[in-house]
């Protein structure tokens, strides 16, 4: 059994969309630094329509957060899409995708800008966000209204971020053909560790978040 952030960003900052920048592996060092911290086993890197992968002393799962027609879709597995383009594909399009070349689909942050919980897609599991515990009770009745297991992601930016959400996998390893497959069969759980920081920075997130019109479900105290 591992335990492994299923979403994770190796810069601090949006911008340059679509490909990496010379600060993805000063990033995605200082994630695995806080992954350990936490106790992790591993982490996925899912970087918004493009993929980076680096060896940094800690199990790194490939990935990418696919920006689709109707939401945010994270692929992790063995052979993510290296790049995709902003709203270039349907949910289903990703899903397809994933499953031809071993990954699983995963449905992030699905009561936060997104409307691809209402796609037609055969979406492997939904995602409980590090960045939203007050949609995890309504996260967890969609996930059994779909039939489908909840996996946790952190959504980090920052190392202070990572594990505050993630994903207890049942598996005989981390490599990421094993990691899709154990997603796809059900054999995860998810979980969350909020601290007081991670409090904090999440009443800043849904201030932010709500400004901007992107919560889509109302607030459940946890």
């Not at 680096?54 to 992790?76: K, Y």
């Not at 031809?100 to 009561?111: K, Q, R, S, V």
């Not at 979406?123 to 779909?146: C, M, Q, S, W, Y």
Request: glycine share 10%; net charge negative.
């Amino acid at each position: 059994m591992y335990s492994v952030d299923l979403h994770t960003h190796s810069r601090f900052f949006h911008g340059w969309a679509g490909r990496p920048t010379r600060f993805d592996p000063v990033g995605l060092r200082l994630l695995a630094a806080g992954a350990r911290l936490r106790g992790l086993d591993g982490l996925a890197a899912t970087n918004h329509d493009y993929a980076y992968s680096a060896e940094v002393g800690l199990p790194t799962i490939p990935g990418i957060e696919v920006s689709t027609t109707e939401g945010h879709v994270v692929v992790v597995g063995e052979s993510p899409p290296r790049r995709t383009a902003l709203q270039g594909y349907t949910p289903a399009e990703v899903v397809d995708y994933a499953h031809d070349n071993g990954c699983a689909a995963i449905l992030a942050h699905p009561f936060r800008n997104s409307g691809a919980r209402d796609a037609d897609a055969d979406f492997d599991a939904v995602e409980i966000n590090g960045k939203n515990p007050e949609h995890i009770e309504a996260t967890k009745k969609l996930a059994r209204d779909l039939g489908l297991p909840l996996v946790g992601g952190s959504d980090a930016h920052y190392p202070v971020e990572v594990g505050r959400a993630y994903t207890r996998i049942d598996a005989d390893s981390l490599e990421p053909r094993a990691v899709a497959d154990a997603i796809r069969d059900g054999r995860v759980t998810a979980m969350t560790k909020f601290g007081p920081l991670d409090r904090l920075l999440n009443r800043a997130y849904t201030v932010s978040h709500s400004q901007k019109d992107w919560m889509d479900a109302e607030p459940v105290e946890n």
